[in-house]
């Protein structure tokens, strides 16, 4: 699980470094320009809609924090595993 979610995740941040966006675009815009190009549109757009941000280097900040967070809190869990076995 962990793994597919950093998997999105990275794909995320590809799409997002690729992909050409206005300015002056909406939230509503920029989730539909993006997300449908992942592949996981359902996820892509419920992580974005909280990235309160519709400037590109905003969303790929937003998103690799997001990717950081996630693999900081994977490794914990897995260190607490390792120490259970």
Do not use: E, Q, W
């Not at 999105?8 to 939230?27: C, D, E, M, R």
């Not at 993006?34 to 941000?53: M, N, Q, R, W």
């Not at 967070?69 to 120490?83: E, F, P, Q, V, W």
Request: net charge positive; glycine share 4%.
């Amino acid at each position: 699980m962990a793994n597919n979610s950093c998997l999105i995740i990275v794909s995320l941040i590809g799409v997002l470094l690729f992909t050409t966006i206005s300015n002056v675009a909406s939230s509503n815009d920029v989730i539909s320009t993006i997300c449908p190009k992942t592949s996981d549109p359902p996820f892509c757009s419920s992580v974005l809609k909280f990235a309160g941000t519709t400037d590109l280097k905003g969303l790929v900040v937003y998103t690799l924090n997001l990717a950081h967070t996630n693999a900081r809190k994977s490794l914990t869990l897995a260190k607490s595993l390792a120490t259970t076995t």
